[in-house]
């Protein structure tokens, strides 16, 4: 078989590549091996935010009685409808991907994709030639095989439960581990949350990162931060995880949340093109090629930015070069990342780690006394921005209510290179999450060199 592009995987990265590679040329094959329906919508973020929702709503009953609402001491969880929920709500957001699979017809091909030449791969034991070759094989979590083999669970598999455990301990506190075991705290589970590193959901500045385990520790009991954990199975199927600090805890269920690696494996990536698969490097991240190759990467198959938005921006660059004889970088959008925990936490534009040492300014906002949060009862969080000496928004790391909203406005001025000042002319409406925006906006303006009292608005002629 000879075609013009070869994409390696249907997921969110395949899928978008193939859309751009489809509006030039239909000589074009998708290949996949394994499940369809994208790791987002299985596995990821659609059924994860389900249960994060669920026990959102659940929650707020400890705000009852002080609401005047009476009867939340009679309300209960039904473990296995919870479950059962959030799998028909998971089968929905696949079957919408579904459709799309569907939609693309013969040009389909299920089987596992090996390199033979730089533009040969070997499928179901044929061959397909290609002009150009997109892997978008997405990822699989980390978890080490005697963990696996006694039957310790990853996120490929907690969607699956038919109900929720009575306990579990979480061993990896990034966004996932911490949005999940928070999420099943909430909900009644016994959770333990083991973490070796001293911080949860990859933040990087120290004060943030202080309200984060303040807020988290609330769910998990206990936070053991800073240490690794060993798990052995027990003769009545239940399991002792302990840390190297000496706390030792058994528990009926064990969540692996470590990470994930690209599926790269097995794919003669290392013979033909002499890929180090631990060396994303060799990727251009605005191009998605692979060297000279006319070979390209996208999603978690790269693995550069693996978050949705960026695996279809990925997807449609890798697509776009795919069917084009030269090649065109593309500007990448301004790191965002969010964790749904509560309050969520949220990174946008340069962290604090890589500002570090530089000449910034600082300016952030308590939520405990602030008012929408006091309306809202959720009244804790905190927030820091960061920028230069001229006053242009570098970056933030905060832990909010509803952060996501303050997230995307920050990226859009990032974006735009805007100074606080430029965003002080932003009207704050009140009372809203945004007016605590407004006050670290105000704080960085007053340590501005050519700061000015008065109002905060454009000065006119008269």
Known sequence: MNVD???????????????????????????????????????GCMPSKVLIEVAKEFSRKQHFEQFGI?????????????????????????????????????????????????????????????????????????????????????????FEWEQLPESLAVIGLG?????IGQALGRLGVKVVGIEKLSTVCGLSDAVINTIAIKELS??????????????SKNTDGRFTVATDNGQSMTVNTVLASLGRRPNLENMGLEEVFGLDLSDSSQINQ???????????????????????HEA???????????????????????????????????????????????DILIGERDFVMQGR????????????????????VLGSEMMIPDGEYIGHFLAMAIEHNMTVQDLLLTPFYHPTIMEGLDDALKSIASQLDNYQSGPVLRRLSV
Not at 373 to 392: C, D, E, F, P, S
């Open 373 to 392: 949060t006091k309306v809202m009862a959720r009244t804790y969080g905190h927030l820091r921005i960061y920028a230069n000496r001229q006053g242009r």
């Open 286 to 308: 605005n191009t998605m090629q692979l060297g000279h190759f006319p070979v390209f990467f996208a999603g978690d198959a790269s693995p550069l930015k693996p978050i949705l």
């Open 70 to 158: 009476a009867g939340s001491d009679d309300l209960t969880i039904n473990r296995t409808q919870v479950m059962t929920y959030v799998r028909h709500m998971r089968d929905m957001f696949v079957g919408r991907v579904m459709q799309g699979i569907k939609n693309i017809g013969d040009k389909n091909i299920q089987g596992s994709a090996r390199f033979i030449e730089p533009q040969v791969l070997e499928v179901n034991g044929e061959q397909i030639h290609a002009k150009k070759i997109i892997v978008a094989t997405g990822s699989h979590p980390v978890i080490p095989s005697d963990w696996q083999k006694m039957g310790v669970i990853t996120t490929d598999d907690f």
């Open 175 to 179: 966004a996932i581990g911490s949005e």
């Open 312 to 358: 279809c921006d990925e997807g449609q660059i890798a697509g776009y070069n795919a069917v084009r004889d030269t090649v065109t970088a593309f500007k990448r959008r301004v790191p965002l990342h969010i964790a749904f925990s509560e309050p969520q936490v949220v990174m946008v534009g340069a962290s604090f780690a890589r500002l570090e040492g530089q």
């Open 218 to 231: 609330k769910d998990f009991n206990p936070l053991c931060l800073g240490t690794r954990a060993s798990v």
């Open 5 to 43: 592009v070869a994409i390696i995987g249907a997921g969110t990265a395949g899928l978008n590549a193939f859309s751009q590679v489809r509006s030039v040329t239909d000589n074009v094959v998708l290949i996949n091996r394994g499940h369809y329906g994208t790791t987002c919508a299985r596995v």
